[in-house]
Protein backbone atom coordinates (compact mmCIF):
# COMPACT_ATOMS: atom_id res chain seq x y z
CA UNK A 1 0.00 0.00 0.00
CA UNK A 2 2.92 2.35 0.55
CA UNK A 3 4.01 2.07 -3.09
CA UNK A 4 0.37 3.45 -3.80
CA UNK A 5 0.56 6.07 -1.57
CA UNK A 6 4.27 7.10 -3.04
CA UNK A 7 2.91 7.25 -6.34
CA UNK A 8 -0.03 9.08 -5.94
CA UNK A 9 2.46 12.20 -4.59
CA UNK A 10 4.64 11.34 -7.83
CA UNK A 11 1.30 12.04 -9.71
CA UNK A 12 0.14 15.05 -7.97
CA UNK A 13 3.82 16.97 -8.41
CA UNK A 14 3.89 15.68 -12.31
CA UNK A 15 -0.18 16.87 -12.67
CA UNK A 16 0.59 20.16 -10.65
CA UNK A 17 3.26 20.61 -13.41
CA UNK A 18 1.21 20.03 -16.45
CA UNK A 19 -1.64 22.46 -15.09
CA UNK A 20 0.38 25.33 -15.57
CA UNK A 21 -1.53 26.21 -18.66
CA UNK A 22 -5.32 25.44 -17.59
CA UNK A 23 -7.47 28.23 -16.79
CA UNK A 24 -7.45 28.47 -12.74
CA UNK A 25 -11.38 27.55 -12.72
CA UNK A 26 -11.21 24.47 -13.81
CA UNK A 27 -8.54 23.04 -11.88
CA UNK A 28 -9.33 20.73 -8.72
CA UNK A 29 -7.63 21.96 -6.08
CA UNK A 30 -5.59 19.22 -4.39
CA UNK A 31 -7.23 19.11 -0.67
CA UNK A 32 -10.53 17.90 -2.86
CA UNK A 33 -8.12 15.49 -4.62
CA UNK A 34 -6.08 13.87 -1.33
CA UNK A 35 -9.93 13.72 0.28
CA UNK A 36 -11.16 11.56 -2.48
CA UNK A 37 -8.30 9.36 -2.52
CA UNK A 38 -8.15 9.29 1.81
CA UNK A 39 -11.81 8.18 1.35
CA UNK A 40 -11.64 5.91 -1.47
CA UNK A 41 -7.83 4.05 -1.89
CA UNK A 42 -8.76 1.44 0.42
CA UNK A 43 -11.85 0.17 -1.15
CA UNK A 44 -10.55 0.44 -4.91
CA UNK A 45 -7.38 -1.42 -4.05
CA UNK A 46 -9.69 -4.54 -2.09
CA UNK A 47 -11.62 -4.67 -5.28
CA UNK A 48 -8.95 -4.62 -7.93
CA UNK A 49 -6.81 -7.07 -5.43
CA UNK A 50 -9.58 -9.72 -4.91
CA UNK A 51 -9.66 -9.27 -8.93
CA UNK A 52 -5.58 -10.42 -9.24
CA UNK A 53 -5.98 -13.54 -7.17
CA UNK A 54 -2.30 -12.38 -4.70
CA UNK A 55 -0.85 -10.92 -7.75
CA UNK A 56 0.28 -7.41 -5.53
CA UNK A 57 2.21 -5.90 -7.94
CA UNK A 58 -1.02 -5.62 -10.69
CA UNK A 59 -3.15 -4.70 -8.57
CA UNK A 60 -0.94 -1.56 -7.04
CA UNK A 61 -0.55 -1.01 -11.09
CA UNK A 62 -4.48 -0.92 -11.77
CA UNK A 63 -5.20 0.72 -8.76
CA UNK A 64 -2.04 3.39 -9.59
CA UNK A 65 -3.32 3.86 -12.87
CA UNK A 66 -7.07 3.98 -12.25
CA UNK A 67 -6.22 7.08 -9.88
CA UNK A 68 -3.75 8.93 -12.78
CA UNK A 69 -7.00 8.67 -15.35
CA UNK A 70 -9.27 10.14 -12.42
CA UNK A 71 -7.14 13.09 -11.53
CA UNK A 72 -6.59 13.86 -15.64
CA UNK A 73 -10.14 13.59 -16.36
CA UNK A 74 -11.69 15.25 -12.80
CA UNK A 75 -9.74 18.34 -13.34
CA UNK A 76 -10.73 18.23 -16.87
CA UNK A 77 -14.86 16.94 -16.23
CA UNK A 78 -15.08 17.36 -12.42
CA UNK A 79 -15.53 15.60 -10.01
CA UNK A 80 -18.06 12.56 -10.36
CA UNK A 81 -20.97 12.03 -8.05
CA UNK A 82 -20.07 8.64 -7.13
CA UNK A 83 -16.30 8.77 -7.24
CA UNK A 84 -15.93 5.16 -6.06
CA UNK A 85 -18.09 3.87 -8.78
CA UNK A 86 -15.82 6.05 -11.43
CA UNK A 87 -13.02 4.18 -9.86
CA UNK A 88 -13.92 0.99 -9.91
CA UNK A 89 -15.43 0.90 -13.94
CA UNK A 90 -11.82 2.42 -14.85
CA UNK A 91 -10.24 -0.28 -12.66
CA UNK A 92 -12.47 -3.11 -14.08
CA UNK A 93 -11.72 -2.35 -17.30
CA UNK A 94 -7.80 -1.98 -16.84
CA UNK A 95 -8.19 -5.64 -15.57
CA UNK A 96 -9.93 -6.89 -18.59
CA UNK A 97 -7.68 -5.18 -21.27
CA UNK A 98 -5.03 -6.90 -19.00
CA UNK A 99 -6.29 -10.23 -19.03
CA UNK A 100 -7.40 -9.73 -22.81
CA UNK A 101 -3.72 -9.91 -23.33
CA UNK A 102 -2.62 -12.86 -21.16
CA UNK A 103 -1.33 -15.39 -22.69
CA UNK A 104 -3.67 -18.81 -21.90
CA UNK A 105 -2.38 -20.79 -19.02
CA UNK A 106 -1.29 -24.42 -20.44
CA UNK A 107 -2.44 -27.30 -18.09
CA UNK A 108 1.49 -27.72 -17.26
CA UNK A 109 1.43 -24.60 -14.87
CA UNK A 110 -1.67 -25.80 -12.76
CA UNK A 111 -1.57 -27.42 -9.68
CA UNK A 112 -2.00 -31.21 -9.91
CA UNK A 113 -5.26 -32.13 -9.13
CA UNK A 114 -6.86 -28.69 -10.02
CA UNK A 115 -10.38 -28.07 -11.47
CA UNK A 116 -12.49 -25.73 -12.75
CA UNK A 117 -14.64 -24.30 -9.59
CA UNK A 118 -12.59 -25.14 -6.70
CA UNK A 119 -12.65 -21.90 -4.76
CA UNK A 120 -11.42 -21.56 -1.56
CA UNK A 121 -13.96 -19.42 -0.25
CA UNK A 122 -15.86 -18.52 -3.20
CA UNK A 123 -14.73 -15.02 -3.62
CA UNK A 124 -10.66 -15.44 -3.91
CA UNK A 125 -8.86 -17.74 -5.95
CA UNK A 126 -5.96 -19.06 -4.03
CA UNK A 127 -2.90 -18.44 -6.97
CA UNK A 128 -2.72 -16.34 -9.49
CA UNK A 129 -2.85 -18.71 -12.24
CA UNK A 130 -6.20 -19.34 -11.82
CA UNK A 131 -7.05 -15.70 -11.20
CA UNK A 132 -5.70 -15.26 -14.35
CA UNK A 133 -7.41 -17.83 -15.99
CA UNK A 134 -11.17 -16.79 -14.91
CA UNK A 135 -10.47 -13.35 -15.43
CA UNK A 136 -9.39 -14.11 -19.18
CA UNK A 137 -12.90 -16.38 -19.19
CA UNK A 138 -14.63 -13.19 -17.94
CA UNK A 139 -13.57 -10.84 -20.28
CA UNK A 140 -14.78 -12.77 -22.74
CA UNK A 141 -18.35 -13.14 -21.49
CA UNK A 142 -20.83 -10.79 -22.45
CA UNK A 143 -20.82 -7.58 -19.94
CA UNK A 144 -24.43 -8.32 -18.76
CA UNK A 145 -23.10 -11.59 -17.34
CA UNK A 146 -20.03 -10.40 -16.43
CA UNK A 147 -21.18 -7.67 -13.75
CA UNK A 148 -23.61 -10.63 -12.70
CA UNK A 149 -21.42 -12.78 -11.63
CA UNK A 150 -18.88 -9.89 -10.53
CA UNK A 151 -21.65 -8.55 -8.04
CA UNK A 152 -22.97 -12.17 -6.93
CA UNK A 153 -19.56 -13.61 -6.40
CA UNK A 154 -16.83 -10.74 -5.82
CA UNK A 155 -18.93 -8.36 -4.16
CA UNK A 156 -21.47 -10.71 -2.24
CA UNK A 157 -24.39 -9.52 -3.24
CA UNK A 158 -27.70 -11.51 -2.50
CA UNK A 159 -30.30 -12.79 -5.12
CA UNK A 160 -32.84 -10.22 -3.68
CA UNK A 161 -30.23 -7.37 -3.69
CA UNK A 162 -29.57 -8.11 -7.29
CA UNK A 163 -33.41 -8.59 -8.19
CA UNK A 164 -34.12 -5.18 -6.81
CA UNK A 165 -31.33 -3.50 -8.76
CA UNK A 166 -32.03 -4.54 -12.02
CA UNK A 167 -35.85 -4.56 -11.47
CA UNK A 168 -36.30 -8.47 -12.54
CA UNK A 169 -37.28 -11.42 -10.10
CA UNK A 170 -35.11 -12.95 -8.12
CA UNK A 171 -36.00 -16.33 -10.26
CA UNK A 172 -34.89 -13.94 -13.45
CA UNK A 173 -31.37 -13.39 -11.17
CA UNK A 174 -31.29 -17.09 -10.88
CA UNK A 175 -31.46 -18.07 -14.00
CA UNK A 176 -29.03 -15.52 -15.45
CA UNK A 177 -26.59 -16.78 -13.21
CA UNK A 178 -26.89 -20.01 -14.24
CA UNK A 179 -26.77 -19.28 -17.76
CA UNK A 180 -23.55 -16.74 -17.00
CA UNK A 181 -21.94 -19.56 -15.20
CA UNK A 182 -22.76 -21.90 -18.07
CA UNK A 183 -20.78 -19.37 -20.38
CA UNK A 184 -17.84 -18.79 -18.07
CA UNK A 185 -17.45 -22.62 -17.58
CA UNK A 186 -17.47 -23.11 -21.78
CA UNK A 187 -14.42 -20.19 -21.61
CA UNK A 188 -12.24 -21.68 -18.66
CA UNK A 189 -12.64 -25.31 -20.47
CA UNK A 190 -11.78 -23.95 -23.76
CA UNK A 191 -8.79 -22.50 -22.17
CA UNK A 192 -7.97 -25.83 -20.10
CA UNK A 193 -7.50 -28.03 -23.05
CA UNK A 194 -4.30 -29.82 -23.99
CA UNK A 195 -1.49 -27.16 -24.46
CA UNK A 196 -3.91 -24.33 -23.24
CA UNK A 197 -4.64 -23.19 -26.62
CA UNK A 198 -8.06 -22.03 -27.24
CA UNK A 199 -9.40 -23.32 -30.46
Request: aromatic share 8%; glycine share 6%.
Amino acid sequence: MLHICVGFQLLMCQLDRSDLNTPRENQMDEKSILQIYEKNIIPLYEYVSRRCGGDRSLAEDVTQEAWLRAVVNWRRKGIPEEPVAWLKTVARNLLLNYFRRVKPVSLDSLPAGWEPGRFDDGFETDSPDTAILINKAMALLKPAQAHLLEAFHFEGMKVSEIAATLGISERGVEGRLRRSRISLRRHLETFLKPDGVKT
